[in-house]
């Protein structure tokens, strides 16, 4: 076994998760990258995900399979629209359509079991309040919980070797998310963000998950390399 | 949409579970029986919930697939031999072999997601601790703590609609699930408890599961219908 802690890193393949695995890369640990295909319409994040995980070094990603279509529930997982264009006011009131029900609860589920076969007491998540579309498990609150729950229901935990849930992004800017991801090198024309990627590959521009990315590049005066519709 | 409450029951197949879905059913929810497809290796429990969710009048079933053997760590999931005629002492003592990492936490992740999408603030799970194999995720403390956690996860807690984590039998001895059991009419003859069902298809009669299970009826004075190797 290396001599190196491990990290259990949940990555989407997007701007945030890609900028929380080089915090935790940065910070020493060995990484362990931890992706979903839940039958999300922007399954294209996964070709970013491998590319992401080869080029910040994580030592081992995996990609999970289940199909949350089965619940539906979600703009991103049934036939209903996404929202496009939405303004500011209407990103920060409310909880969107494209809000999975307990996406962040599965994911974390999967990386808490996960990180008790590695033996590691770490997990991050590149979850964000500040800028975020509003989703409730993206709240500090909900990650505590998690943490407290985690810490109950494992031989780790039962045993005494305490899970810390890792959320360095959560109060950041989606400006502040750019310029650190630009300062750990994250190659950003790997990043994908947009739920409605087009018959083209652009970005579509227009989803709640564009419009706030190409805001923080905007704030933070940087050009975005990816293509948009 | 029906008048009845709608309530989530997780259901593997075996007695406990079976009981549980009896149980919620009995109390005049409409029940979604959740079951999952994980890699155990005794994957034959899937037979059982199918016909036990349609014996027990379930509005719905649904079988969620995913693959913990990706990440090993339990006897029910990797190639790590399963227990056998382990004594009462030993059965209450420390955290077995076939616990298999965060299983009830992931479980119940993906049952608070239908919860969410059916609009239920009820889910069932029939786990019990004064009988049990020891499994940190069979505690009350772990429920409680996962009860919190998801009234902070979802956009229904959030909108004050909050949910409940039932655990009808967690303070039952295995002769007292077996007596509600029968007073429920469960169909005692389609459950399956065994971790290593035989070529044959008879239970073992020699794991956890299978002693756990023929003590209970034993000590309820029943007579257990399944055929032991």
């Known amino acids: 076994m290396s001599s190196r802690l491990r990290a259990v890193v949940l ?3 997007g701007l945030d998760s890609a900028t929380t695995l080089a915090l ?7 990484c362990y990258a931890l992706s979903f295909d839940y039958g999300q319409r922007h399954r294209r994040e996964l070709d970013a995900a491998r590319q992401l995980a080869a080029a910040l070094g994580a030592t081992r990603h995996e990609i999970i399979g289940f199909d949350l279509r089965r619940f539906g529930g979600s703009a991103l997982t049934a ?15 409310g909880i969107p359509v494209t809000y999975v029900p307990a996406r962040n609860t599965i994911f974390l589920s999967f990386a808490l079991a996960w990180a008790e076969t590695l033996g590691s007491s770490d997990i991050y998540i590149g979850v964000n309040v500040l800028d975020s579309s509003g989703y409730p498990d993206c709240r500090a609150a909900y990650i505590d919980a998690f943490e407290r729950m985690a810490n109950l229901a494992t031989k780790a ?3 005494g070797q305490l899970l810390t849930i890792h959320t360095p992004l959560i109060r950041m800017s989606k400006a502040e998310i750019v310029e650190t ?20 590959g652009a970005a579509c521009g227009r989803c709640d998950a564009c419009v706030l990315r190409r805001r923080g590049f905007a704030e933070a005066g940087h050009t975005d390399p990816l293509r948009y519709a």
Chains 1, 2 share one sequence.
């Open 11 to 13: 990555l989407s393949g």
């Open 24 to 30: 935790a890369a940065g910070t020493g640990f060995e």
């Open 79 to 93: 036939d209903i629209a996404v929202p496009r264009d939405r303004r500011e006011a209407e990103l920060g009131a």
């Open 157 to 159: 935990g039962v045993e």
């Open 181 to 200: 991801a630009i300062s750990r090198a994250v190659p950003l024309e790997l990043t994908w963000s947009c739920y409605e990627p087009q018959p083209d």
